[in-house]
């Protein structure tokens, strides 16, 4: 028994090709004749993670099956890009769909699979190591974000997940797809350092977090509490590099050229809706509240409130709002000349001015943000780091906003400040925007998160 924990342990600290040759002894690639074994002898070697408020699956790509231009797609080309997740897909999908207990049109709870029947819950990251030497110039582990549909089974590679992605840096660092530390503190403790490439995107992220041990591995116990996540973890600190443009190519961030665009209520009805169409990390269709009907109420101190799940929940349950909440989501995609049937982006977020009810924690802006159609319980992290980004563009509603806000003794930033604190349902997320002043360019987003694994194992599908 100790030499078979013993064996375990020096496998998860081999460099990355040991351990992928080792891994593929032990566990081949999967082919899509894979599919037609009985369900109790298909399965694949995954972990299960939390990583910010969403959970999912990380599976090593070399454990998939196969799939045209791998490599080529990794080179930045949208075309090749497009082509690549196409064949992910495809060649993913007999494996990935009923992993996570999809399809589910009938009940939409994903309970036959890994999934849990909400969007933020349906996530799977692959990640591989770098392919040649030039890749390994600027990375250290290349990652795919795969988002499962939960009724339909439809797998989205079009956008990347920034919640997901704070688990991937510390799991590779931990699995030795690299190995560099700093020094972080005065008291000589370290951190690690790991160079994410996000495929879907073509973006690279640059992740920090706290290590200890020697060989030095992730230490995901630590002091800092994240909205939505009970307890405290270690922080993980995650800078997305040059992010605009990340869908439409567009680096000062706005598709259409504009700050706000008019968009209609209704198919064939006049445009009447302004939006803010933002393309950081992962594109954006922003709105106010204001716009929807949803305006502030008056308290009996005069302060202006409302209440954050108060609107999710008039979402959720008023299926006219919801419909000309999805309407505008696609005419929003049109105008960024992006796909309005891919329901992962662009996402729309609704807008709010920070509460000035007594009591309330201090926010610079609020939002209720929605995902493949579905109220985001807190907010999607790359639409928080769009929204962070929007604030700084002059212009915007959100700029508006803030700028407003930031003239009231509630707002939680200094006018002119880099940080925007960012209210959402389950709290708030305070996302830090590097802009270049002499031309607008978004040079980095830069935020906080937590993770951990929480299993590993055999996900039988």
């Not at 020697?214 to 009970?230: E, H, I, N, Q, W």
């Amino acid at each position: 028994m100790a030499d078979r924990i013993a064996q375990r342990l020096l496998a998860r600290l081999r460099p990355p090709g040991r351990q992928a040759a080792s891994a593929r002894r032990s566990h081949a690639r999967l082919s899509s004749s894979s599919s037609r074994l009985p369900p109790h002898e298909r399965s694949f070697p995954a972990y299960f993670v939390r990583g910010g408020t969403s959970n999912g699956l990380v599976i090593r790509e070399d454990v998939l099956p196969a799939f045209d231009d791998a490599r080529g797609s990794r080179r930045g080309n949208a075309a090749a890009v497009a082509d690549a997740m196409r064949a992910r897909a495809a060649a993913w999908t007999p494996v990935l769909v009923p992993a996570m207990g999809s399809p589910d049109p009938q009940h939409g709870r994903q309970l036959d699979g890994m999934g849990s029947g909400v969007s933020s819950t349906s996530k799977i990251c692959v990640i591989a190591p770098p392919a040649n030497d030039a890749e390994r110039a600027d990375r250290d582990v290349n990652f795919t974000f795969v988002q499962v549909g939960i009724r339909d089974g439809r797998l989205d590679l079009a956008g990347n997940c920034g919640n997901m992605i704070s688990a991937v840096g510390p799991l590779a660092f931990d699995l030795g797809y690299c190995d560099t530390t700093t020094t972080a503190d005065d008291d000589g403790s370290k951190e690690g350092v790991v160079r994410i490439f996000n495929t879907n995107t073509s973006k690279l992220i640059r992740s920090r977090f706290r290590v200890a041990g020697d060989p030095p591995r992730f230490c995901p116990d630590g002091d800092y509490a994240m909205d939505g996540v009970p307890g405290t973890h270690s922080r993980i600190t995650m800078s997305f590099i040059r992010p605009a443009g990340a869908k439409t190519g567009a680096q000062n961030g706005l598709p259409t050229g504009q700050a706000v665009d008019m968009l209609s209520r209704r198919p064939g009805a006049e445009p009447s809706i302004p939006a803010s169409l933002v393309d950081v990390s992962n594109p954006g269709v922003f709105v106010l509240g204001s716009s929807l009907g949803l305006a502030e109420a008056t308290t009996e101190d005069g302060n202006q409130q409302v209440a954050l799940n108060e609107v999710a929940a008039a979402i959720e349950t008023d299926a006219d709002l919801k419909a000309t909440v999805d309407h505008l989501r696609r005419e929003g995609a049109s105008r960024m000349g992006m796909d309005p049937d891919t329901e992962s982006v662009p996402k729309i977020v609704i807008l709010f001015p920070p509460s000035t009810a007594a009591g309330e924690t201090a926010t610079d802006i609020r939002c209720v943000a929605l995902s493949m159609g579905q109220v985001h319980k807190a907010v999607p992290l790359t639409l928080a780091l769009c929204l962070g980004a929007a604030a700084r563009i002059p212009g915007t509603l959100a700029q508006q906003l803030v700028a407003q806000a930031q003239q009231n003794p509630t707002s939680a930033s200094e006018g002119g400040s880099g940080t925007i604190v960012i209210g959402h349902p389950s709290g708030r997320v305070e996302v830090g925007t590097t802009l270049d002043e002499t031309d607008g360019t978004v040079l980095s987003a830069e935020l906080h998160r937590t993770a951990r694994v929480m299993m590993e194992g055999k996900v039988f599908y």
